[in-house]
């Protein structure tokens, strides 16, 4: 589930900024393009609700590395897009997910935009078998 979020924020960001914006999901260790954003899950909570149903609190950064010169104007401009555009975004099956708990914070030349996105999830359980019609053999075997 954790993927599908991580993919939707992706998609979300191209619509907002477009090509010229690189987004990375997996850590860069040279060759990072700026303007680019990186999306990391910083923490997820799960707690159990009733039968399979969980809730899950999800935290993700949104990191964002500029290369104007204005950094902290452009930071500004872009912290608040984000907290316009991202207020709701689209999995792949179409489900919206709404965005709670927004924040951003500039550390060390890097806006970190912080965003909840919770949600209910049921947990897969394995395929019932039918006890209905069973049979038990209870000869015994002499041999």
Request: glycine share 2%.
């Amino acid at each position: 589930m954790i993927n599908n979020i991580v993919d939707a924020i992706s998609v979300q960001l191209f619509e907002i900024f477009g090509a010229e914006y690189a987004i990375y999901t997996e850590n860069v260790e040279q060759d990072l393009q700026e303007p680019c954003f990186f999306i990391d899950a910083v923490d997820v909570r799960r707690e159990k609700i009733i039968g399979q149903r969980y809730y899950s609190n999800n935290t993700f950064d949104i990191c964002y590395f500029s290369n104007e010169e204005e950094r902290k104007k452009d930071f500004r401009h872009v912290a608040d897009t984000l907290m316009d555009e991202m207020e709701y975004i689209s999995l792949a099956n179409g489900d919206l997910l709404h965005a709670t708990n927004m924040r951003h914070e500039v550390v060390d030349d890097v806006l970190h935009f912080l965003v909840d996105y919770n949600l209910i999830a049921m947990k897969e359980m394995e395929p019932y078998i039918d006890m209905e019609n069973a049979t038990i053999d209870t000869s015994i075997n002499k041999e």
